[in-house]
C-alpha cells in the first residue's frame, strides 16, 4: 500500500488560505505562512491531558496539536489532530479559542477545552504518543522546569493559566 502525502495549506499574511499546498516537512516558500494548532484540555479536577511523546517525536511531555490537513480551518485541524493522536471526539462547540498570533511563518492557534475522560479509553497512535496521563499544573510546572517538556508546549501552557487566570 503507498502511503499517501499529508498536504497543507499555504496562507498569505493576512492568514488567508491561498489555494497553494506544500507537502509535511517542505520547506516553506518565502511569504507564505502555515497553520499550528495546540488543544489544553482540561478536567473537571482542574487537571491537564498531558501526552508523553513517543522516542520518534523526541520523547518529550506536550499537549495535544500539531498540523490542520489541506482544507481544514484552524478549529477542524485542532479536533482532527486530538482524534488522531489520542483518540477522542471532541465538538467544535466545546472548542474555545484562547490566543492566536503569527511568527516567523507560522499562523499559532491555541485552543481549550474542558472534559472528564477515562484515559483507559484512549486510543493513542503509538507512532506519536507513548501515553497520556491527567496531570495537576505543579506537576507540569516541575516537567517544564526539568526541560522535559516541549519548550513551545510550556509556553503555551503557561499562557492557558495567565489566560483562565489560574495560578501555580
Known amino acids: 500500500m503507498k502511503e499517501e502525502i499529508e498536504l497543507r495549506d499555504l496562507y498569505n499574511a493576512k492568514k488567508e488560505v491561498t489555494g497553494k499546498t506544500i507537502e509535511k516537512g517542505a520547506v ?3 511569504g507564505y505562512y502555515i497553520s499550528v494548532v495546540l488543544t489544553m484540555i482540561r478536567n473537571s479536577k482542574g487537571e491537564f491531558l498531558i501526552q508523553k511523546r513517543s522516542e520518534r517525536k523526541n520523547g518529550l511531555f506536550a499537549a495535544t496539536g500539531g498540523h490542520p490537513k489541506k482544507g481544514e480551518t484552524p478549529l477542524e485541524g485542532a479536533i482532527t489532530e486530538v482524534k488522531e493522536e489520542i483518540g477522542i471526539d471532541v465538538k467544535k462547540e466545546d472548542m474555545r479559542h484562547l490566543f492566536g498570533h503569527r511568527f516567523d511563518e507560522v499562523f499559532f492557534d491555541l485552543y481549550y477545552t474542558e472534559k472528564d475522560l477515562d484515559i483507559d479509553e ?6 506519536e504518543v507513548d501515553y497520556v496521563e491527567w496531570m495537576d499544573i505543579h506537576r507540569i510546572d516541575k516537567l517544564i522546569k526539568d526541560g522535559q517538556f516541549m519548550r513551545n508546549h510550556a509556553e503555551e501552557f503557561y499562557r492557558t493559566l495567565d489566560i483562565l487566570n489560574i495560578k501555580l
Open 28 to 30: 516553506i516558500p518565502d
Open 122 to 127: 484512549f486510543v493513542v497512535d503509538k507512532d
